[in-house]
């Protein structure tokens, strides 16, 4: 695929997530840039976050690497290592198989955006640091899979 605009992708709004994990995610939008180029090998999301709304739950992923970029607004980044403010141009990644768990909250009063970019791996899994909750492996792990207790229960 060649050129197509971004405005034309579909817009994807909340979470998969069970409730009530779902509810600081509610107001997130986003829209899946790499599938609508065609890719398989990575995923470009432009997500779109008002202020009050989490980007998820901090998770961490075994396999899949992540890049995030800001492009407007600005963002709460939250992981093991406490909390750290990106704006735009700032970028933030995570390693799969690190098991720090990563979110953005958008804590301001401006709406913020940002790419997300990472892989897209038929193994992956992860778990969520902060709630009894792990995915389990898919074919694109956010579209698909199943969420799980930690002790394997399902939701």
Same mark, same amino acid.
């Given at each position: 695929m060649?050129?197509?605009a971004?405005?034309? !992708?579909p817009?994807? &709004?909340? &979470?998969?997530?069970?409730?009530?994990?779902d $509810?600081?995610?509610?107001?997130?939008?986003? +829209?899946r840039?790499?599938e609508?180029?065609?890719?398989?090998?990575?995923?470009? =999301?432009?997500?779109?976050?008002?202020?009050?709304?989490?980007?998820?739950? +901090?998770?961490?992923?075994?396999?899949?690497d @992540?890049? !995030?970029? $800001?492009? +407007?607004? @600005?963002?709460v980044?939250?992981?093991?290592?406490?909390? @750290?403010?990106?704006g735009?141009g700032?970028?933030?990644?995570f390693?799969?198989?690190? +098991? #720090?768990?990563?979110?953005?909250? =958008?804590?301001?009063?401006?709406?913020?955006?940002?790419? !997300? $970019?990472?892989?897209?791996?038929? $193994?992956?899994?992860?778990?969520?640091s #902060?709630? #009894?909750?792990?995915?389990?492996?898919?074919r694109?792990?956010?579209?698909?899979?199943?969420?799980?207790?930690?002790?394997?229960?399902?939701y």
């Amino acid at each position: 695929m060649k050129k197509f605009a971004a405005a034309g !992708v579909p817009v994807i &709004s909340g &979470s998969r997530y069970p409730a009530p994990f779902d $509810v600081p995610c509610r107001e997130r939008r986003s +829209r899946r840039l790499g599938e609508a180029a065609g890719l398989t090998q990575f995923g470009v =999301n432009l997500v779109h976050l008002p202020p009050g709304a989490w980007s998820s739950q +901090r998770h961490w992923h075994s396999h899949e690497d @992540e890049l !995030v970029y $800001v492009l +407007r607004g @600005e963002v709460v980044l939250h992981t093991d290592a406490g909390e @750290e403010i990106l704006g735009p141009g700032d970028c933030a990644g995570f390693k799969g198989g690190i +098991r #720090d768990g990563h979110c953005l909250q =958008n804590r301001s009063s401006a709406d913020a955006e940002f790419l !997300v $970019v990472g892989s897209r791996l038929e $193994v992956d899994h992860g778990e969520y640091s #902060d709630i #009894d909750m792990v995915f389990t492996a898919s074919r694109y792990a956010c579209g698909g899979g199943s969420f799980l207790h930690k002790d394997g229960r399902p939701y």
